[in-house]
């Protein structure tokens, strides 16, 4: 099942960043009351009442001049458009109805998305009267909302999840077979080594960085391996975003993310590890997909040695700590080198997603050692562990650790618990889920 995507859209400084921070219950959209703050595209998720769903907070106003901010504006909405599946277009009642706010307002009213208007900084209930004008866009009633504080945000979640369409299920043989997303920055190499697994030219190859620009399932049966593999368009900088189709390329690498099982990253090695691969990274955690680093282009490195390797794959995993447990290959997808590598890790790091330990042999590993090694005691108060399980059928390893005093238990010993699950059974690109529950 795919999740929905809900966008949020509207003219500058309204309040979109406050309220994109508000549902997702982070602070990672940098608020100001200077328009044109939000430059990059934020990308969070929500869950309420037990169902998720992505939220995508737009931005990008480049210059502060009226004539490209309608620009600019009209660009992303028709992306949302054309992208989301339930649009939040936001205005301020407390400037009232701009001429912006009528031209963004005539192009919602030719989609047949759901949208929802949501006058924003009604800080007391004088405000609320004056959102009436906004009946004047023909967008149905306006949620009036302060997303500074949180008032009336609970209604209007309720009526995001109200309007969401119900998704229907993707074709069953699609979901029954393991899904490989290949993502990674721009020009990286992620056509051409689908091509090189295919052994045909299907995708368009160029130096130009974002010649892709969907993301395509193909069928690879080949070999004893049945599996679909995703290219997705390169996800990068906004400051590097100039054409209006990169931002749909983006939400589409997102949806890629999201749908697939294995995210293998694609990393140039002419250039390195760089801030984009760590985004890219994060957000294949955020969705906890399991990884495979593809490093590509090897073939272009000069002066190689037998240490090259060990020397990239270190500052490798020093970039993406504190998860390092993950395959790193060296590929040349021109050459086909190793490519037949990448396949064999991805299944293997597919596999070991479903991998289930027994309950006696959890215990039997964890209890000597948790009595060696006890989570350190807090206000005078011991912490005794006293038995462990798997959780079963979750879509990754999720393990369950009973104690007298769960609040106590604190990362630093969660992450030495999942250590020491890796060191003793193969977790490979995979995350992993520590919870301490009540005994």
Not at 60 to 76: A, L, M
Not at 282 to 295: A, D, E, P, R, W
Not at 300 to 311: A, G, R, Y
Not at 319 to 337: G, M
């Amino acid at each position: 099942m795919k999740n929905n995507l809900v966008a949020i859209v509207g003219r500058p400084n309204v309040g979109k960043s406050t309220l994109f921070n508000r549902l997702t219950q982070t602070r990672r959209a940098i608020v100001n009351d200077e328009a044109g703050t939000t430059r990059d595209r934020q990308y969070g998720k929500v869950v309420w009442n037990g169902q998720e769903f992505s939220i995508v907070d737009t931005g990008g106003w480049v210059v502060n001049s009226d004539d490209i901010f309608e620009e600019e504006i009209r660009k992303q909405v028709k992306i949302a458009i054309e992208e989301c599946d339930l649009i939040l277009f936001v205005v301020d009642v407390m400037n009232g109805l701009t001429d912006l706010d009528t031209q963004v307002g005539r192009l919602l009213r030719q989609t047949d998305k759901p949208v929802i208007v949501v006058g924003n900084k009604v800080d007391n209930n004088e405000w609320q009267y004056a959102a009436a004008e906004f009946y004047k866009l023909g967008l149905g009633d306006p949620f009036t909302i302060a997303a500074i504080n949180g008032s009336g945000t609970g209604d209007l979640l309720d009526e995001i999840l109200d309007k969401m369409p119900k998704k229907q299920d993707e074709d069953d043989t699609l979901e029954d077979l393991p899904k490989f997303a290949i993502v990674g920055r721009p020009n990286a190499g992620k056509s051409s080594i689908i091509n090189a697994f295919m052994d045909e030219d299907r995708y368009i190859v160029t130096d130009i960085a974002g010649t892709t620009r969907d993301s395509i399932h193909s069928r690879y049966n080949k070999f004893g391996y049945d599996f679909y593999l995703i290219d997705t368009a390169g996800i990068r900088k906004k400051s590097k975003v100039t054409e209006d189709l990169e931002y749909f390329s983006v939400i589409r690498s997102i949806r890629s993310i999201e749908d697939s099982d294995v995210c293998i990253l694609m990393i140039d090695a002419t250039r390195g590890i760089e801030s984009q691969d760590l985004n890219i990274v994060q957000l294949i955690q955020k969705n906890k997909k399991g990884i495979v680093v593809c490093v590509n282009k090897w073939d272009l490195i000069e002066n190689k040695d037998s240490k090259s390797t060990l020397v990239f794959e270190k500052a490798i995993k020093e970039r993406l700590a504190p998860f390092d447990d993950f395959p790193i290959i060296f590929t040349s997808a021109i050459n086909k080198q190793r490519i037949f590598k990448v396949v064999e890790a991805a299944m293997e790091v597919y596999n070991n997603r479903k991998t289930h330990i027994s309950t006696s042999k959890l215990n039997e590993f964890f209890l000597p050692l948790i009595e060696a090694y006890p989570p350190p005691a807090i206000k005078g108060k011991y912490i005794k562990i006293k038995y462990v399980m798997q959780l079963p059928e979750t879509a990754i390893p999720s393990f369950v650790f009973f104690a007298n005093l769960p609040q106590y238990v604190k990362d630093p010993y969660k992450r030495f618990l999942e250590n020491k699950l890796r060191a003793n059974w193969n977790f490979t690109g995979t995350p992993i889920n520590i919870f301490i529950r009540q005994k």
